[in-house]
Nanobody
Framework: QVQLVESGGGLVQAGGSLRLSCAASGRTFSMSVMGWFRQAPGKEREFVATIWWSSGNTYYTDSVKGRFTVSRDNAKNTVYLQMNSLKPEDTAVYYC?????????????????WGQGTQVTVSS
């Protein structure tokens, strides 16, 4: 089992920045992929970004490319999502997810482990 705990959400004005963290514990040695998803009110949970744990390869949804950066600290078993130039449409609950095999990273149901989510609110 892997446990994930997100932190770093909050309220920020448009154009501002936030950094989310996701700390993993448990069977972290088995992790292959860690991802970030978000869910806005009344909408489906959508893919935001992902990172391959061993290689560090990263992938993003088009709407955040150039603004968000996903990274990891292997020693701390932590993945980060640096969010810059935030827009009101980025407002959502952000979730960290993990899986211990290589998957189609854009598909929510492919991930086995999820955090509790952290709220990000961007005011205009």
């Amino acid at each position: 089992q892997v446990q994930l705990v997100e932190s770093g959400g909050g309220l920020v004005q448009a154009g501002g920045s936030l950094r989310l963290s996701c700390a993993a514990s448990g069977r972290t040695f088995s992790m292959s992929v860690m991802g970030w998803f978000r869910q806005a009110p009344g909408k489906e949970r959508e893919f935001v970004a992902t990172i391959w744990w061993s290689s560090g390869n990263t992938y993003y949804t088009d709407s955040v490319k150039g603004r968000f950066t996903v990274s990891r600290d292997n020693a701390k078993n932590t993945v980060y999502l640096q969010m810059n130039s935030l827009k009101p449409e980025d407002t959502a609950v952000y979730y960290c997810a993990a899986v211990n095999r290589y998957i189609n990273y854009r598909i929510r149901d492919e991930y086995d482990y999820w955090g509790q989510g952290t709220q990000v609110t961007v005011s205009s």
